[in-house]
């Protein structure tokens, strides 16, 4: 498995590289936030790789894309690409809810984030790609 930041894009930067300047530009909340989202990610998933797509749209994958960091002027967005396939008890997705697909969370400046409702979600996402990623057994006759 290829390691976070292991990619390197144009002029020999990697996306982990992308992504500390992303949160150093920002300067405000929303870098704060990124940076943390970023590290509750890692913990939930320490193998967890870190790509920049999208012309500048941080994503964090294993086995498969698990969700995005995109950073707006009032929110800061956590799309699940799986996001509909998983359990949310805790409630945390409350945006992109009418799609089939993605699922997304928007946090607002002074939101708190429920840490372990949020590394379970992510762990589970990593988990369904996995699974997804499993060979099937075949049917016997």
Known sequence: MKKSGSNEG???TSPSQHIDARIKELGDWRGEML???????KQAVP???????????PVWEHDGIIC???TYKAVVKMTFAKGAALDDPSGLFNSSLEGNTKRAIDI???DKLNEKAL???IREAAALNVSARAPRKKKSA
């Open 68 to 70: 995005t960091g995109e």
């Open 108 to 110: 607002r400046e002074g």
């Open 10 to 12: 144009k002029g020999g």
């Open 119 to 121: 590394k379970a979600l």
């Open 47 to 57: 193998d967890v790789v870190e790509e920049w797509k999208w012309r500048g749209v």
């Open 35 to 41: 940076a943390r989202i970023r590290s509750i990610i």
